[in-house]
């Protein structure tokens, strides 16, 4: 009679520590639902818990589609979080802003969140509008560089592909 009290104190144990020890840091979610348009949950776990992730050893981060959560992995969290910090090295803020921003539009419901070429042109176009969301700034480029970015697809032969370009 023992035996099933047991076995669920068990589970429990395990499943407890797993199910609450990620963070759900409120700047990363507020400029993540700019893009996303107010849908889902930007997850940051804890390293232990990354590494126990099945996505840690083939990405910075990933989103459930069908749940509408993103998991972005420590590096990705610290570079987003630290955006406009000195001690965070700028190629992890970068990094921070645009995985943060492309996971954004895979949480989005609009017809191409599954297609990586137009999510990944939207979070280089968002790029500059996102650094600012999380509090950083760019520096003013020295050549003509636009400001403005849009994604245009376009058909060579058969296969469309996704350009972008000034807008
Ligand atoms: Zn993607």
């Known amino acids: ?9 068990v589970v429990a144990l395990v499943v407890v520590p797993s199910a609450t020890a990620y963070e759900v840091p409120s700047r990363l979610n507020e400029v993540a639902r700019v893009y996303s348009l107010g849908v889902g949950e930007v997850r940051c776990p804890s390293r232990a818990e990354w590494d126990e992730d099945w996505a840690s050893s083939f990405g910075w981060a990933y989103t459930n589609v069908r749940e509408d959560y993103t998991v972005l992995g420590p590096v990705v ?23 943060l921003t492309h996971e954004a539009f895979h949480l989005r419901h609009w017809r191409f969140r599954r297609n990586e070429g137009k999510v990944e042109c ?33 058909r060579s032969g058969s296969s469309p592909s996704t350009e972008i370009r000034s807008a």
């Open 77 to 99: 969290c610290t570079g987003a979080l630290g955006v406009g910090s000195a001690d965070v090295p700028a190629w992890q803020q970068a990094l921070g802003v645009l995985v």
């Open 122 to 154: 939207q979070a280089i176009a968002n790029f500059r509008d996102a650094t600012q969301r999380l509090g950083g700034r760019l520096r003013k480029p020295r050549t003509s560089t636009p400001t403005r970015w849009r994604c245009t697809t376009t």
């Open 1 to 9: 009679m023992g035996e099933p009290i047991l076995l669920s104190l």
